[in-house]
């Protein structure tokens, strides 16, 4: 995040403008630099031009994709935002006020997040197995109208991480208290007193607001999600082609030491074991095939 963004986040963040605003939330093909959903308002700073994959979009062709889509765009210098940031904000709020809510719209129009309860989508694969490539293509189609649960963790906040919104932050005491009182889905004590977890009540919460709210897990835990919400769930295991084409992968990462490689892979026998517990279970072995089969599992699930 450059300065000019991290100094308007700190105001898109607060709660100063009556609105909530998400930092590089997909819209279609594109990751505007803020949103706000409620609004249908995106805040850009700068550039001129974007990224998208490897093609270079002029910010007038990105404009325009994203009014299409039924948004409003407007956009700030980096000289704008750190000059005079009282005067970026007034304008933003300007907006705000001129654009409909589209949660208080009537119901003949098409929110973004239709009324009505969202659902669970849960996935797990050994390390490798191209999971999170997946997820973050599905991610990018609006009409899937999918969210990643908001979980809680025991650590400090990193960077401008804020509570409520990259996690929720906890003191050890209150996770083990939130233990206690069985108000987690899943939960796992990764090292000692560094919890992270999924409240029940989050997960209705954001299934209240119409969001399908999306599960990145291990396999214990998406077996435990899968019992307690039954057909609200559908868990997907992705799994990679062979043992042999998971450790070529991963020693193709270049990350991690011989040891560890090892340690994954002892794991990721352990993980596949579990794949028939699952709804279903797509190979990777050629990953467009792949994207296209979780997509074209989760949209039959969800009816539309």
């Known amino acids: 995040m450059t300065e000019a963004e991290s100094v308007l986040w700190g105001f898109l963040r607060s709660s100063a403008l009556g609105v909530r605003f998400r930092r590089q939330h997909p819209i279609g093909e594109y990751i505007p630099d803020f949103v706000c959903l409620r609004k249908r308002l995106i805040v850009e700073v700068d550039g001129a031009y974007h990224f998208v994959y490897e093609q270079q979009i002029s910010d007038e062709e990105r404009t325009k994709y994203l009014n299409e889509r039924g948004f409003t765009v407007v956009r700030f210098t980096n000289d704008e935002i750190l000059s005079d940031i009282e005067s970026v904000i007034a304008k933003i709020k300007r907006i705000i006020d001129m654009q ?158 011989p040891e560890v490689i090892e340690q994954r892979i002892a794991r990721a026998e352990f993980e596949l074991s579990f794949a028939p517990k699952f709804d279903c279970v797509i190979v990777n072995d050629d990953l467009n095939k792949a994207q296209q089969e979780a997509y074209d599992k989760i949209k039959a699930f969800l009816k539309i």
Request: proline share 4%; glycine share 8%.
């Open 100 to 257: 409909k809510d589209i949660m208080t719209d009537s119901l003949s129009e098409t929110p973004l997040l239709r009324r009505g309860r969202g659902r669970l989508i849960i996935f797990s694969a050994p390390s490798g197995s191209g999971k999170s490539t997946i997820i973050n293509w599905l991610m990018q189609h609006e009409e899937l109208r999918m969210a990643f649960s908001i979980s809680c963790t025991s650590r400090a906040p990193r960077g401008t991480e804020q509570d409520g919104v990259e996690y929720f932050f906890l003191t050890p005491e209150e996770f083990r208290q939130k233990i206690a009182n069985d108000e987690f889905l899943e939960y796992e004590e990764v090292y000692e007193d560094r919890f992270y977890g999924t409240l029940k009540a989050q997960v209705e919460k954001q299934s209240a607001a119409g969001q399908n709210v999306v599960f990145d897990v291990d396999v214990k835990g998406g077996v435990n999600i899968k019992e307690y919400y039954g057909d609200r769930a559908l868990s997907i295991f992705i799994q990679p082609p062979s043992i042999e084409e998971l450790r070529r992968r991963l020693e193709g990462r270049g990350t991690d030491a």
